[in-house]
């Protein structure tokens, strides 16, 4: 794909219908603020990672109408022919730059749900129109991103040295554009190398490979391919070892190195640990690059606050009977605190507005669980300015950079909480202050 063409019809036609309805009502230039969320840590695990941010940033920057999608847009119709969207406001789009001011939590952090990984303020109708893009970017990377960390925790020696985990999943992936995005988000994770040649020429990720097993079976023995494969590459080779007999591929390849790649994951690399296996390269393709056992990450984008008619953001709320559905309103900032050692204790989500007034931090999901936070303790607010009035105003870290925060965040995480099974639930609490607001705005909606 060019990379100066638009990306502004990457999205769902109910945001253009909706822009076309806020436009008409008056609203479109009312300034509005969203948030992306999840909602449950995926894979049953106790974080996630954030990744996806240098893509929807390039997305960002390629929202903009020109003539080839106003014409598009003017294809389409109603059920009796008409026009699907009126001349003014197709040159409402066409004459309107974007305008948003966004920030977001850096690639490679730990996050948890509720956190806003990215807000989004600004007119209505571009804040609403950037959804659909923003969730699929976001969303699927981090899903990898923390995959590839939990497998990357298992890839270790008894004395905790780690063993590389090679992403070799492109031939598995969910289209082109799935398999450079599932290998760039591995490799935040934590992955050593990608057998993806363009994901290593795009994002600068060190390729690695193995041979087919049509290799193996155009020499006369597989001992006979495997020398002519050393041969070759006498200075790095994985040998491909389950073309005809696993076992007697494996003593043929022993002498060379030692490999594992057959439908690995967390739990398959677990399992083989356990019973011995002396490995110390792991390829791991089909279930890293689709998030096999959760192939979605669930996350959220959600209206928090839109201009009144005083000009002023009034906090919006969305409902549900299940309160981990019930968004949180007013637009927010994530504080994290650290102990004297470093170790991540508790992250606070408060109003940007109020700021943050008490330490006493409260379940977002139950309200009677609270948390306190000791005064003095070091911390950090998360989202950073990523875009100023659709500019990027953020100097995107290289990959490696990314991977290495992911590594430095893992560090500090509390051990329950990495636990790949009944990990221990990390506190990321809502801000007293925050908490009333959404109390109150349930109440003034009618919940119960």
């Known amino acids: 794909m060019d990379d100066r063409s638009s990306l502004a019809l990457l999205t769902d036609l109910y945001q253009l219908t909706m822009a ?52 598009y847009l003017r294809t389409l119709s109603n059920a009796d022919g008409s026009p699907l969207f009126a001349e003014d406001f197709l040159g409402f789009l066409g004459a309107s730059e974007l305008r948003l001011d966004v920030d977001a939590i850096p690639e490679g952090t730990a996050v948890f749900a509720h956190e806003p990984l990215v807000r989004v303020e600004g ?41 590389p985990v090679l992403e070799f999943g492109l031939r598995r992936a969910q289209g082109i554009d ?19 040649v363009l994901a290593g020429m795009r994002y600068g990720i060190p390729v690695r490979g193995t041979h087919a097993h049509s ?22 080779c994985i040998f491909l070892v389950d073309t005809y007999d696993t076992l007697a591929g494996v003593r043929n390849a022993v002498a060379v190195g030692h ?18 296996a002396r ?6 393709g089909t279930k890293l690059v689709t998030a096999f056992d959760q192939p979605a990450l669930g996350g959220v984008y959600k209206l928090a606050a839109i201009e009144n008619d005083a000009g002023v953001l009034e906090p919006r709320i969305k409902l549900s009977e299940e309160p981990i559905k019930t968004s949180i ?24 507005e109020t700021g943050l007034n008490e330490l006493s931090l409260i379940d977002p999901n139950e309200p009677t669980r609270v948390h306190r936070i000791d005064d003095g303790l070091a911390h950090e607010d998360l989202l950073v300015p990523v875009m100023r009035c659709g500019q990027v105003v ?24 990495k636990k790949l099974r009944d990990a221990d639930r990390y506190f990321a609490g809502l801000e007293p202050d925050l908490h009333h607001l959404r109390e109150k705005l349930r109440v003034a909606h009618g919940a119960a």
Not at 133 to 155: E, G, P
Not at 181 to 196: L, P, W
Not at 279 to 284: A, E, K, Q, R, S
Not at 394 to 417: C, F, H, I, K, M
């Open 20 to 71: 076309a309805g806020y436009h008409r009502a008056g609203l479109a230039e009312r300034r509005a603020c969203f948030h992306l969320t999840f909602r449950r840590a995926p894979f049953k695990g106790g974080y996630a990672i954030a990744a996806g941010l240098a893509d929807a940033l390039d997305y960002l920057r390629r929202v903009r109408f020109g003539s080839a999608e106003l014409d």
């Open 123 to 163: 007119p209505l109708w571009q804040a609403q129109l950037v959804e659909t893009a923003l969730l699929t970017i976001v969303n699927f990377q981090t899903l990898v991103a923390t995959k590839s960390s939990r497998v990357c925790a298992v890839a270790q020696t008894a004395d905790g040295k780690p063993e």
């Open 178 to 196: 799935g398999g450079l995005a599932a290998s760039r988000a591995a490799y935040v994770g934590g992955c050593a190398g990608t057998s993806n």
């Open 215 to 236: 290799w193996v079976m155009t020499f006369p023995t597989e001992r006979a391919a495997f020398d002519a494969y050393a041969a070759t590459f006498p200075k790095g």
């Open 259 to 276: 490999v594992a790649s057959n439908d690995l994951d967390e739990q398959a690399m677990l399992e083989l640990k356990a019973a011995g």
């Open 279 to 284: 490995i110390d390269t792991w390829g791991v």
């Open 329 to 352: 309103p007013a637009a927010q900032q994530v504080r994290r605190f650290s102990d004297a050692s470093g170790r991540f204790v508790a992250d606070a989500i408060f109003d940007v």
């Open 394 to 417: 953020y100097d995107v870290p290289s990959l490696a950079s990314s991977r290495q925060r992911t590594r430095d965040q893992l560090a500090r995480l509390p051990e329950g909480v």
